[in-house]
């Protein structure tokens, strides 16, 4: 339990992927795929944008490897999250989003505004960090939350447009 807390405090002052530290050769051995430069370039862009959705990284893989199709890219994500080396969400409403970070039981606040998505660590740290009132019978592996609202940028947005408003009918 107390490897748990321990872990978990060191996660918070890492909220995105370190993209240095991102080889991706290593990742796709890891997990046991072939390595090819489109595939590379995937893992890549996902280190830079993580909850990009595919156009976002197919826009991306297209500079690093010209000829690379939007379908190729879709296929790499397929096998990735297939392998486990990628875990896809999707918010309501919005294509599936895809990122490194797996197996750490993240949730994620989701901007209704502008769309922004962030990640949440999870305040337990183990999976699942929620009990439903009744499993009906169901072995529960993991719990994902989605929190939904404004983010800050929105927010004051929202702010100042409704000063002025309010200044301009004064
Ligand atoms: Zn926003
Ligand atoms: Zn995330």
Request: glycine content about 8%; charged content about 25%; some cysteine.
């Amino acid at each position: 339990m107390t490897q748990n807390k321990r872990r978990l405090d060191g996660m918070t002052t890492t909220p995105a992927i370190d993209t240095d530290a991102v080889d991706a050769t290593e990742r796709l051995r890891g997990v046991g795929l072939r390595v090819t430069d489109s595939r590379r370039a995937v893992v890549d862009a996902l280190g830079h944008r993580p909850h990009a959705c595919a156009e976002e990284l197919f826009e991306l893989v297209a500079r690093a490897v010209p000829g690379t199709s939007l379908q190729s890219v879709y296929n790499a994500l397929g096998d990735f999250v297939d392998a486990g080396l990628v875990r896809r969400i999707e918010p309501a409403g919005r294509p599936g989003l895809f990122e490194l970070r797996v197996d750490d039981n993240h949730h994620h606040l989701v901007c209704s505004e502008c769309g922004a998505v962030v990640d949440v660590d999870c305040v337990v740290g183990d999976a699942p960090c929620l009990t439903p009132s009744d499993t009906h019978g169901f072995v529960v592996h993991a719990a994902e939350v989605t929190f939904w609202g404004v983010c800050a940028r929105c927010d004051s947005a929202t702010r100042r447009a409704s000063a002025v408003a309010a200044s301009g009918s004064a």
